[in-house]
């Protein structure tokens, strides 16, 4: 029950009482990079959804061992795999959702922008096919630079007269869950009911917790502030030093992504109180794209929610103002490949 990804008990414990119901689970999901490192473990995780159908597996090699693997859990939805380009096409058909980790993860000394060369090929061709096949699937983008791949799925689905800024979500639901927890921690906070805003972008000093606006309520030292926030700024570092060479993080991930994921089925079937935060296009600031929290609906983002932003102490508006130059650029380095692009 505490391991479930709601951020309130209360949502929690309802949604709980939920799987033990019969209920018709009723969405369709595709996992793009399933094979991979978070793909694997996000992809049981959805598998758990009683809200999810299907799940369509989609990796270039090595898929149809972890769905034939997963297709033994006695959940509700179907496992179906999907292997190399020529199957691309059908892992979309027809779905409500699509998350993409695919590409190639950090190894320590590397930023996330290194990944960008490998990365936004990735990306592009991907949401080319979703743009094709699944125009008004939610699209959750994991895969890095998310600053920049994001931009690069906007331009993508614009050249393809389909695109819907309310359903692109870059997902940044790990700092979230990073910066609940390091709070929790220092604090000696019950976890199960706080929750501190981050927003920005996914990289460096553009994520930006708001640790004033988190709630319950909590007070901080100057130097509580400066500790959390660099450590949940340098949280992914933190894990790709500590794997040597062996990637990124992967299980925090596949469980930052799953909320998010399950809380886009939950604003897909109706419910009216959902919020994330995520990286959205957005006139919050006067950058094209940031995180922030959002409020979501049916039809992907419903608000903006616009009063983070506001009352921020000097230290966050002095943070907010050292982020621009580097989230604008991450932005107009995607859109400039998206658009030089054969
Ligand atoms: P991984 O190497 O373990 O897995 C990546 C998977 O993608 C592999 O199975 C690979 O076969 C697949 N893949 C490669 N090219 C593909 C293509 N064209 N189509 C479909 N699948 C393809 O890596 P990982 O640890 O799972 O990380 C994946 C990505 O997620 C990385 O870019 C990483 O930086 C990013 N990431 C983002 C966040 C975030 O908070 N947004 C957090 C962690 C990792
Ligand atoms: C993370 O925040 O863990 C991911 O973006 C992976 C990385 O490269 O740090």
Redesign the pocket.
Known sequence: LRNSFAPRAEKRNQRFENRLQPQASSFKVAVLGAAGGIGQPLALLIKMSPLVSALHLYDIANVKGVAADLSHCNTPSQVLDFTGASELANSLKGVDAVVIPAGV??KPGMT?DDLFNINASIVKNLIEAVADNCPDAFIHIIS?PVNSTVPIAAEVLKQKGVYDPKKLFGVTT?DVVRANTFVAQKKNLKLIDLDVPVVGG?AGITILPLLSKTKPSVSFTDEEVEQLTVRIQN???E??EAKAGAG??TLS?AYAAARFVESSLRALDGDADVYECSYVQSELTELPFFASRVKLGKNGVEAIISSDLQGLTEYETKALEALKPELKASIEKGIAFAHKQP
Request: no cysteine.
């Open positions: 993860p950090r996330r890095n790990l996914h949280a992914g570092t894990v790709v990124s993080a991930m």
